[in-house]
């Protein structure tokens, strides 16, 4: 007799099942888009992974201030920007890959889901630890 082995049961970890609770409730009321101040965290953690460089050139719109080297820098803390970074790195890899084959349009509708995934992510991981 011939079997796939689709009888046997996989036993998850209950930490990795908590989690995957959890982050299916956040993905399925996640409305994919994302305007909190959040988004100026995530505009200097793309900065960061295009330039190297921790402030802009030009002045920016939001929670941006000017220095007095005329470069403009985040007026908030840099703790959240830090773990943008992961995301970050992940949409300017995929507008590297995908420019010039896609719309911008879509690039960055795509890169704004991706975004918007970053708290569900984070969420699903404080609730299970």
Known sequence: MFSLGLNKKIKLNPY???FIFFWSIFVLTNCGFDYSEGSFHYQVAEHIIKTGRLGFDT????????????RTYASQEIGN?????P????????????SGSVPESTIN???EFIFSFHPVLYCAITVTV
């Open 59 to 70: 002045e920016q719109s939001g929670i941006f201030s000017v220095a007095p080297n005329g």
């Open 16 to 18: 990795i099942s908590i």
């Open 109 to 111: 509708l795509t890169k």
């Open 81 to 85: 920007t830090i773990f943008f970074l």
């Open 87 to 98: 995301t970050a790195a992940l949409n300017v890899f995929l507008e590297n890959v995908l």
